[in-house]
């Protein structure tokens, strides 16, 4: 049995907005690599209506706007990951987006579903927080843009309605003494979602930690911008004292839980504090150079 009954394939985002404005029981589509698999296994209510919003040539853009990186939200992960100035300028979502899924799952996968699908430890949402991006939203009432926190409500809860769309992300470029980086922890047979990622931004001056942002997943019911870890780091050199005071902010901050089929919490209190030092150390690092990105090999 069919878990939908009509597939619209829109041309323009207006045309997506009237279909899911005229039809109550209908729901997006991008990738479908969430989607498909919730109706399949009877994880998500069935829908009457799919609306395949591959079609639509805005949502496919990507393109250097000023000191911004426009990245449409339904851009595949693997045409996401081969375009340089990603690599360049926003290194920890390059290095998030190769990490997702393999191969066959990248080609079709987009950002816009890894944000929509509201999970606290995405690993593209996770990066994006790092990177301070806001999200365009294309709604009946017109479009807005957003911080992308506003799009949780909770767990695998998103705050966006039905009728609004993700249209894009717009990713602030990261300029010289500026980095990022990316880092995640999986169960070796694991393919779907991190036992435990982290995404650091940070600005260089000198010997000193100027500014940073830490997004932390999964470490509370959305993804977790670690302010008072920030708050231990900014304006302090990386050395071991100014470690251990962020480490115990990280501790006393985050909510590290115990998931039955992942991890305790005991191993995610470990583990977070191991990511932070190697995530901050790698972005440090990077900001010796002009920002020209990472050389990882993308997972097969
Ligand atoms: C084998 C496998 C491995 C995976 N590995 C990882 C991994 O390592 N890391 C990770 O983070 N995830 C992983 N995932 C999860 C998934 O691939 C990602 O979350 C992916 O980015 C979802 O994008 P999609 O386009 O396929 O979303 P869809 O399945 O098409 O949509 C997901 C949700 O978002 C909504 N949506 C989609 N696009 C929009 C939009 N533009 N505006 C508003 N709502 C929208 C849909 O209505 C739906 O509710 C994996 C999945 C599989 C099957």
Redesign the pocket.
Same mark, same amino acid.
């Given at each position: 049995m069919s878990n939908w009954t009509f597939y619209h394939l829109p041309q323009t985002i207006e045309e997506a907005l009237a279909i899911l404005q005229n039809e109550p029981h209908s729901? #997006?589509? =991008?990738?479908?690599?969430? %989607?498909? %698999?919730e109706l399949q296994q009877g994880r998500h209510a069935p829908v009457r209506t799919l609306v395949d %919003?591959t079609q639509i040539a805005e /949502?496919q853009r990507l393109e250097v706007v000023d000191d911004i990186l426009w990245v449409g939200?339904?851009v595949p992960l693997n045409r996401l990951i081969a375009w340089q100035p990603v690599r360049q300028y926003a290194t920890a979502l390059f290095e998030a987006a190769s /990490? +997702?899924?393999g191969p066959q #799952?990248r080609n #079709? =996968?987009? /950002?816009?579903?890894?944000v929509?699908?509201a999970l606290p430890a =995405?690993?593209?949402a996770i990066a994006l927080l790092a990177l301070d991006a806001q999200v365009v939203l294309a709604t009946p009432e017109g479009n807005r843009t957003m911080p992308l926190l506003s799009c949780y409500a909770g767990p695998a809860k998103t705050a %966006?309605q039905r009728t609004? +769309?993700?249209t894009a992300f717009q990713v602030p470029l990261s300029r010289k003494g500026e980095a990022s980086a990316f880092r995640r922890v999986m169960r070796p047979q694991g #393919?779907?979602?991190?036992i435990q990622n982290m995404g650091i931004w940070l600005r260089r001056e000198e010997d000193i930690i100027a500014d940073l942002r830490i997004a932390v997943g999964p470490a509370g019911p959305i993804p977790f911008r670690a302010h008072r870890t920030e708050e231990a780091l900014r304006g302090k050199p990386l050395s071991e004292v100014s470690l251990a005071n962020a480490e115990n902010a990280l501790l006393s901050e985050a909510r590290f839980r115990t998931s039955p089929h992942r991890a305790t919490a005991e191993y995610r209190i470990h583990l977070a504090g191991v990511l932070l030092r190697q995530t901050l150390q790698i972005a440090w690092e990077r900001t010796e150079k002009e920002p020209e990105g990472s050389s990882l090999l993308v997972k097969g």
């Amino acid at each position: 049995m069919s878990n939908w009954t009509f597939y619209h394939l829109p041309q323009t985002i207006e045309e997506a907005l009237a279909i899911l404005q005229n039809e109550p029981h209908s729901k #997006v589509i =991008a990738g479908g690599t969430d %989607l498909l %698999l919730e109706l399949q296994q009877g994880r998500h209510a069935p829908v009457r209506t799919l609306v395949d %919003l591959t079609q639509i040539a805005e /949502l496919q853009r990507l393109e250097v706007v000023d000191d911004i990186l426009w990245v449409g939200a339904g851009v595949p992960l693997n045409r996401l990951i081969a375009w340089q100035p990603v690599r360049q300028y926003a290194t920890a979502l390059f290095e998030a987006a190769s /990490l +997702i899924g393999g191969p066959q #799952v990248r080609n #079709v =996968a987009t /950002l816009g579903g890894n944000v929509a699908h509201a999970l606290p430890a =995405a690993d593209g949402a996770i990066a994006l927080l790092a990177l301070d991006a806001q999200v365009v939203l294309a709604t009946p009432e017109g479009n807005r843009t957003m911080p992308l926190l506003s799009c949780y409500a909770g767990p695998a809860k998103t705050a %966006l309605q039905r009728t609004e +769309i993700i249209t894009a992300f717009q990713v602030p470029l990261s300029r010289k003494g500026e980095a990022s980086a990316f880092r995640r922890v999986m169960r070796p047979q694991g #393919v779907a979602i991190a036992i435990q990622n982290m995404g650091i931004w940070l600005r260089r001056e000198e010997d000193i930690i100027a500014d940073l942002r830490i997004a932390v997943g999964p470490a509370g019911p959305i993804p977790f911008r670690a302010h008072r870890t920030e708050e231990a780091l900014r304006g302090k050199p990386l050395s071991e004292v100014s470690l251990a005071n962020a480490e115990n902010a990280l501790l006393s901050e985050a909510r590290f839980r115990t998931s039955p089929h992942r991890a305790t919490a005991e191993y995610r209190i470990h583990l977070a504090g191991v990511l932070l030092r190697q995530t901050l150390q790698i972005a440090w690092e990077r900001t010796e150079k002009e920002p020209e990105g990472s050389s990882l090999l993308v997972k097969g």
